[in-house]
Structures are given as structure tokens and as C-alpha cells.
């Protein structure tokens, strides 16, 4: 397999400010970017505030921020999360090389943050999560 050509941080931020004009957008030269910015899964959804952290030579993160989000009846844990205490999403499973840098996080990572929104809506109501994924272990909320 071509090694891919990471995309510039700077094309990054760009798109993400066309795409999203109402987030803040912060990058440390082509090191560090995070974005952050309101998702609205369906027109029915109301708005999250989602965080995006890339940092050169880390798995970028992506947390929902803010409000804390509900649980399902009977769940002590989010469904396909890194982590229920940070609400870090798990978005892809990194050995299927299902995302790399050369891919916009607007075409990539915050559709599919999105669309994991959507799934956690349709979990919290029905109990079931439908949005596929690869079960892994993650820490359950401490109160």
C-alpha cells in the first residue's frame, strides 16, 4: 500500500470554517488542531457540542462536550465509546484503516460523529443500539 500524503492542518482549518462558520477552529501550526462545534443529527435532534483533537503522532480524539449525555434505561455505559466519563466517541476501528490523515475531517470524521449522534438518540429511546461497530472494553461513569 502508497503511503498517504497527510493533509495540511491549515486545508483542515480552512474547511472546517467553510463548512461550519459558527465553530472555533484553534491549530498549532501543522502540530495540533481542535475544532469545536454544534452537530444536529436530524432536524427532530437537538444540538451537541462536539469536540475534534487532532495532535501530530496521536489517534485523534473526538468527545461530545458540555451537557453530559443520557444513558439508555437499564445502561450504565455509552454504547461504542472510547470512554463514558470523557463522551470520546469511537468513530472507526484504526486496524481496518478506515480513516488516515489524508482524509478531511469534514468529509470524514464529523459526518460520521453525526451519524453516531443519531445512533445514540435511536439507543437512548429504544434501548438498542443500531449503528453497527466493534465491541471494546471502555470504563463505565462513576457517580
Known sequence: MEPVSRISLLHQE???KSYFPASRVTRKGEDELIWVGELTPTPLSRSYQTK???KRG?????FVIGEKLKLAEGQNTLPHVYSTPLQQLCLYYPPYNEWHT???????????????LFHYETWVATGKWRGGGIEHRQEPIVD
Open 14 to 16: 480552512g474547511a472546517l
Open 52 to 54: 475534534l483533537h487532532y
Open 58 to 62: 496521536e489517534f485523534i480524539r473526538v
Open 102 to 116: 489524508g482524509m478531511f475531517y469534514v468529509h470524514t470524521l464529523i459526518p460520521w460523529a453525526s451519524e453516531w
